[in-house]
Nanobody
Framework: QVQLVESGGGLVQAGDSLRLSCAVS????????MGWFRQVPGKEREIVAFVNAQGTDTYYADSVKGRFTISRDNAKNMVFLQMNSLKPEDTAVYYC????????????????WGQGTQVTVSS
């Protein structure tokens, strides 16, 4: 059984930083690309960042480039999202995602999801 468990969300002020973590079990972690999506009520889930299976290539949404960094630790079966210079518009539920293709960008195509963690940025 595949499990993706996020942690690290919370309430912060604009300009602060947060680090999200996602622990994965049930699959050979190093065979999968990993990513983060986010969703606000009434809107479609959107991609934030993705990293390939080896951790050598990354993708970022334009809205987070230069502020967020995705990384992974294949020895610990974990993926991280370091979020700096947070803005109120970053407020959302953040979901960890696992997929067999680094090229996946749409939520409908994602193989596995975590349960989500709330990030709230106050102005």
């Amino acid at each position: 059984q595949v499990q993706l468990v996020e942690s690290g969300g919370g309430l912060v002020q604009a300009g602060d930083s947060l680090r999200l973590s996602c622990a994965v079990s049930g699959r050979t972690f190093s065979n999968y690309a990993m990513g983060w999506f986010r969703q606000v009520p009434g809107k479609e889930r959107e991609i934030v960042a993705f990293v390939n299976a080896q951790g050598t290539d990354t993708y970022y949404a334009d809205s987070v480039k230069g502020r967020f960094t995705i990384s992974r630790d294949n020895a610990k079966n974990m993926v991280f999202l370091q979020m700096n210079s947070l803005k109120p518009e970053d407020t959302a539920v953040y979901y960890c995602a696992m997929d067999n293709s680094f090229l996946t960008r749409t939520p409908r195509a994602i193989d596995y999801w975590g349960q989500g963690t709330q990030v709230t940025v106050s102005s």
